[in-house]
């Protein structure tokens, strides 16, 4: 059956569909399920993947005339999760710094109220820390890399694309 599906720019984006579907299961899986609490980023990794499993699902009905212009729009979208996903690890790894609704920073100089209110506005769930791994890689580093598969995924459908 999936070679069938590869060879058709509609079952290339079908196949790019369903795994962000999966994606966002497992994400949702791990939160509703496993009881890890996602912090904000975690959150805004999510959206590439729903814009594209509604890019898709227009690309392949109402809209499968548009095939090319919406697979690229697809790559696009799971590049932009690509680079969420890796924004996020180098904020876990401390590449660089992340928001600071988010991250703690240094708090030297502070005084007792100003420590005391930053802990007390303080997310309950930190940006810069790993809740869970695999292999040495975080969930944002794992959504980073699928998020580039993906991405290939949507390009092979453009490619494939009847017309211009």
């Known amino acids: 059956m999936t070679r069938g599906l590869v060879r058709t720019?509609?079952?290339?984006l079908l196949i790019a569909g369903a795994g962000s579907a999966a994606?966002?299961?497992?994400?949702?899986g791990s939160q509703f399920i496993g009881g890890l609490t996602p912090c904000p980023i975690c959150i805004?990794?999510?959206?590439?993947?729903?814009?594209?499993?509604v890019i898709a699902a227009l690309a392949v009905t109402v809209l499968w005339r548009q095939i090319r212009p919406l697979a690229v729009l697809g790559v696009l979208t799971m590049l932009a999760g690509a680079g969420i996903g890796l924004y996020h690890t180098g904020i876990e790894r401390g590449w660089w710094e992340g928001p600071d609704t988010c991250t703690s920073s240094d708090i030297t100089g502070l005084s007792v109220d100003q420590l005391m209110a930053r802990i007390m506005s303080a997310p309950l769930v930190r940006c810069d820390e790993v809740q869970w791994d695999l292999l040495?890689?975080?969930m944002a580093s794992w959504n980073a890399l699928i998020s580039l598969g993906l991405a290939a995924l949507w390009?092979?459908?453009a490619v494939r694309a009847p017309g211009r």
Do not use: F, K
């Not at 720019?9 to 290339?12: E, I, L, Q, Y």
């Open 155 to 157: 390009l092979a459908a």
């Open 136 to 138: 040495g890689l975080s």
């Open 23 to 28: 994606i966002l299961a497992g994400a949702l």
């Open 9 to 12: 720019a509609r079952g290339w």
């Open 44 to 53: 805004w990794q999510r959206w590439p993947h729903v814009a594209a499993m």
